[in-house]
């Protein structure tokens, strides 16, 4: 059955309207079968048909009627006027001197049109978009995966939050069952006293009955007392009970001490306008006064912390430049600095073993490291410690997540025992880029290292493309921005690296003239770079 009839069972002749369809006059459109063929052409109601199989209808051109002429078919069309006309508007003198075309002509042309624009469709703007739909599909699925993975993150560490409660109460129970059989031990002492006591009193009673009883003098004058049952009573043993008090739980603190999502940007209208500027700008220099500039650290919205070649980390006002404070560690090496997420300042001294704290303006321990050496920390979203250290032999790297001071967990070998990092005498800075992976400047590696939060290797960036860069890439600072691009310092080739989540190269921030050290961008979306070479803090303007 035709297609274009799939939908009756059976087309009827439309004169007759009895029998099966076998004809059509592409005339008039009219369906007939072959006993109506000869009638309707004899009829004088169809002036010129044409008369074809029903399955090669339309192959001969249905010409339009005439707006004007009665029963006049338009066969040429008025090229100025743009319209269709038939033979007696040819001759009129409303077209008089205007250029005529074929019509089938034009409907050729315009037919070619219609198969160059389904072939374009079909082969150009479908395939297209039949290779996004599918992307779409492979990144919903991803994004579910993702999902899935965040969510059973969040739900393990519900079970953590949960067992660490757990623990607390059977803790508090433990020390409450210890102060009761103390107690229940002193009181049972004490009972035992006292029931020994009447014990000899008894026998004291039942001697001095038997004296009384007695006409023995000798024996009534030598009658020795028992003086010690004599005495008075100890008095009752003084227990204090434990009271157990408890403490308003604030569901707002509770669900902050919980963890936090980062603050990653879900609008696509959001998304779509944030993206590389081709030609960064940058802004302004902050003098730091040191000799060599190492580090930054973003505060808030308009301070930033640096660190250099003396004891003072001090914190600046990014848009005057003054500068607002400052912290004395009285540490003489490089040091190394990050934020906290309520905003204290982490700092330690490259190769030493300690990392410290600044609260109400005093430093204080926070970690102290036992055969391992710091090399480079930060803080995660979830206000984890992520710290780099090496050995005391210098044979091993790794990367321990802390909580507050507890180890949680360690980060060092792929599959079969496989370092993800190398070991070399430099720094080895590392971030927590918003999608929650680990990323390590490895410079002694001369490789970025980005391992997921499963610590599963994702990639390993060598620097791209080596051609167009003079020297060895050496990465020293790393941070990540809004978009999760991972930006890395090439110092000695005077630029950024810009790549994305997944390790595609994206592009270079070219800084002439500097030799960039330490990186962060601000919650302003600026890139901060550390200039050793001027010991300046470079404001650049990367994103639009």
């Not at 037919?111 to 374009?120: A, S």
């Amino acid at each position: 059955m035709d297609p274009r009839n799939r939908s009756q069972d059976v087309v009827r002749c439309e004169l007759c309207e009895e029998n099966v369809v076998q004809m059509h006059c592409d005339t008039c459109l009219v369906k007939l079968c072959k006993t109506c063929v000869g009638d309707h052409i004899s009829s004088e109601e169809c002036e010129d048909p044409k008369v074809v199989r029903f399955q090669s209808r339309k192959s001969v051109p249905v010409y339009p009627m005439c707006a004007l002429h009665d029963n006049k078919r338009c066969e040429m069309h008025c090229q100025q006027c743009t319209v269709p006309i038939c033979f007696i508007c040819a001759t009129s003198e409303k077209h008089a001197g205007h250029r005529f075309k074929n019509i089938v002509d034009i409907f050729d042309e315009k037919k070619r049109e219609f198969e160059k624009k389904i072939k374009d469709l079909q082969e150009n703007i479908r395939v297209k978009h039949a290779v996004q739909a599918s992307k779409m599909e492979k990144r919903i699925a991803d994004l579910e995966k993702e999902f899935t993975t965040l969510l059973d993150t969040v739900s393990k560490h519900g079970e953590e939050l949960k067992r660490k409660i757990d623990q607390i109460v059977m803790e508090v129970q433990s020390e409450i069952e210890s102060i009761r059989k103390n107690h229940v031990e002193l009181l049972t002492a004490t009972r035992t006293e006292v029931q020994q006591n009447l014990t000899e009193i008894d026998r004291e009673v039942s001697s001095l009955q038997e004296t009384l009883d007695s006409n023995d003098i000798n024996k009534v004058f030598h009658f020795t007392p028992n003086k010690k049952i004599y005495k008075n009573l100890s008095d009752d043993p003084v227990l204090t009970m434990p009271v157990f008090s408890t403490k308003r739980i604030d569901f707002v603190q509770l669900r902050e001490m919980f963890g936090t999502l980062s603050n990653i940007v879900t609008k696509p209208t959001a998304i779509a306008k944030v993206r590389l500027m081709e030609t960064p700008v940058i802004v302004h220099r902050i003098a730091t006064g040191y000799s060599q500039l190492y580090g930054v650290a973003f505060l808030d919205r308009i301070g930033i912390w640096a660190t250099g070649d003396a004891q003072q980390i001090k914190l600046f006002d990014v848009n005057d430049k003054s500068i607002k404070k400052s912290i004395d560690t009285k540490l003489s090496g490089d040091q190394l600095i990050s934020l906290t997420t309520q905003g204290h300042l982490l700092y330690a001294e490259r190769d030493d073993k300690t990392i410290y704290i600044v609260k109400r303006e005093q430093s204080e321990e926070l970690i102290s490291l036992q055969g391992w050496e710091v090399v480079g920390f930060c803080v995660t979203s979830a206000d984890d410690l992520l710290v780099v250290m090496t050995s005391d032999d210098k044979r091993e790297t790794r990367v321990v997540r802390y909580h507050g001071r507890v180890e949680k967990e360690i980060i060092q070998f792929e599959s079969k025992r496989k370092p993800f990092y190398s070991v070399g005498p430099n720094q080895t800075l590392i971030c927590e880029n918003r999608n929650f992976d680990i990323c390590v400047a490895d410079r002694d590696a001369c490789a970025v290292v980005v391992v997921s939060q499963d610590t599963k290797l994702r990639f390993r960036y060598k620097g791209n493309p080596p051609s167009l860069r003079l020297n060895e890439f050496r990465p020293k600072g790393i941070t990540t921005d809004i978009l999760c691009n991972i930006l890395v310092s090439d110092m000695y080739n005077a630029c950024v690296h810009v790549v994305d989540q997944s390790g595609k190269f994206l592009t270079f921030i070219d800084c002439p003239r500097v030799e960039p050290w330490g990186l962060c961008v601000g919650l302003d979306n600026y890139l901060y770079v550390a200039d050793t070479a001027s010991s300046d803090v470079i404001k650049i303007l990367f994103l639009q």
